[in-house]
């Protein structure tokens, strides 16, 4: 019995359709533009981590908040902080407090790519957004069979910045310089950068910055005319390709693999 219900469990976590190809279009809805005063950075957000997050960070682009904020917060090796339109901790939108988004469900047949597997979790990602969550055991002892899982703190997640209290994120976003595991289950990840981790390193470190960089303007690639739009392809994470790719990592890290070590290959389409 205890094997059918793990076999079960591991079923739930593996790919069933059909071999993908190794590239996929990013979808324009879920793609976000962000020109900075150094670059551009693309993001890659990810609703089935947080949607009420990418719901409000598309909305506050489209308000065009985000336009000519500052980057208030910045540590080198770890975060650039931004999004408050006060630019500074504690700034909020004019729209409410968002609940806490720090889990999620992994469902049967869901977009999920499960990278590593031990007794006591698993790892993955969803798109190019990096996941931890609960063993197989452990989710076949839940209620709903389900998987419990967080978003993992690697370098390019985006998360949803908020105060001491877990229910106050609202319109401060942080985009990750480097991995910084401590923040998993403590903070929403709405996303991935897909191109210009290079930008979000080169954004001017202070707390604050003596002379701050800026998001010059965010936009929803969807809003966009298509000529405009990312011309980006990512590697498909549910391909071969991207599987062959982790085993490669695999045999170099060794024991110290971790879903961290994995970074999802951009490609131009034009």
Not at 9 to 19: G, T, V, Y
Not at 132 to 139: L, R, W
Request: proline share 9%.
């Amino acid at each position: 019995m205890r094997r059918a219900v793990l076999a079960a469990a591991a079923i739930l976590l593996s790919a069933q359709a059909p071999a993908p190809s190794d590239w996929r279009p990013l979808a324009a809805e879920n793609t976000l533009v962000v020109d900075t005063s150094k670059g551009r950075i693309v993001v890659e957000m990810r609703p089935e981590f947080a949607p009420l997050a990418v719901q409000r960070v598309k909305l506050l682009a489209r308000e065009r908040v985000y336009d000519g904020l500052l980057f208030h917060r910045v540590i080198d090796g770890f975060v650039d902080q931004t999004g408050n339109p006060d630019n500074r901790d504690g700034g909020t939108s004019r729209h409410p407090d968002l609940p806490p988004e720090f889990t999620f469900k992994l469902t049967p047949g869901g977009p999920q790519a499960v990278v590593v597997r031990r007794s006591d979790g698993v790892a993955g990602f969803v798109g190019s957004a990096p996941f931890e969550a609960v063993s197989e055991a452990e989710a076949a002892r839940a209620p709903d069979r389900l998987v419990r899982a967080w978003g993992a703190y690697c370098a390019g997640v985006v998360g949803m910045g908020r105060q001491a209290d877990p229910g106050t994120a609202n319109s401060e976003i942080f985009f990750m310089r480097a991995p910084a595991r401590r923040l998993d289950g403590d903070y929403a990840v709405w996303g991935r950068v897909v191109q210009g981790l290079d930008v979000v390193r080169a954004i001017k470190v202070g707390e604050p910055p003596a002379d701050p960089d800026r998001m010059v303007r965010v936009r929803v690639a969807a809003d966009l005319p298509p000529a405009e739009r990312p011309a980006l392809e990512v590697l498909n994470e549910r391909g071969p390709a991207f599987a062959r790719r982790v085993g490669e990592l695999k045999a170099a890290r060794g024991a110290d693999f971790s879903v961290c070590d994995v970074e999802v290959p951009v490609r131009a389409m034009r």
